[in-house]
């Protein structure tokens, strides 16, 4: 299981969820089926991350030694299994770039959302993370569409550039309670 995340500037909150996921799946028996890159919406290639975002990183678990920022593509996008982007406008660049990724593109927030109303006896079981991750990214999408009926909520991230380091924090920990969250349903631990 692949996942992408995206960001504008692929600096701050995608390589964050980036190395977050890499950490979590270096706990898992099996660390090899759950791998994640990140890339921006307008990146400049090659810059390291924001040094407030890596040390909300550090703080968090992950490390953000090494990591180069990176422009999406759509080769980038056809490698993921599930591509999660920080917001909405994210989401539709990825798709307006790739539009039969649509059944497994969503923003974080909205998984986490979707995800939750996912009865867990409906995955298979966590010992092949390709299967059930495409399983769960089917279920997300019917109960998107329900869930849009019902609630117009924004599932944006807020991007921190420009903040505070409170604000880093704050938005740190934002993508660390979803993506773990979103993590633990994938892996079965919740």
């Known amino acids: 299981m692949h996942l992408l995340f995206v960001c504008t500037g692929n600096i701050c909150r995608s390589p964050t969820a980036e190395r977050l996921t890499q950490a979590y799946a270096a706990q898992l028996p ?7 890159s990140s890339a921006g919406t307008r990146a400049v290639y090659g810059s390291r991350m924001e040094p407030n975002a890596e040390l909300v990183l550090n703080s968090l678990g992950g490390s953000g030694r090494g990591f180069l920022a990176r422009q999406i593509s759509p080769e980038i996008v056809a490698d993921a299994d599930i591509v999660l ?3 909405e406008q994210h989401r539709t660049t990825v798709l307006h770039n790739s ?7 969503f923003t974080l927030l909205e998984a986490i959302t ?4 996912v009865a867990p006896q409906a995955l298979s079981d966590p ?11 089917l279920a997300m999408v019917r109960q998107r569409a329900m869930r849009h009926a019902a609630e117009p909520l924004s599932d944006d991230i807020l991007d921190p550039i420009g903040g505070d380091p409170i604000l880093f924090a704050q ?7 979803a993506l773990t969250g979103w993590l633990d349903i994938l892996t079965g631990r919740r």
Do not use: C, N, Y
């Not at 039969?100 to 593109?105: F, I, K, M």
């Not at 979707?114 to 109303?117: E, F, G, I, K």
């Not at 938005?171 to 309670?177: D, K, L, N, P």
């Open 171 to 177: 938005v740190g920990e934002q993508i660390a309670g």
């Open 30 to 36: 099996d660390p090899g089926q759950l791998t994640a």
């Open 114 to 117: 979707l995800a939750d109303a």
């Open 99 to 105: 539009p039969r990724h649509l059944a497994r593109t």
């Open 127 to 137: 010992a092949d993370l390709g299967v059930r991750g495409r399983e769960l990214a």
């Open 85 to 87: 982007a920080m917001t």
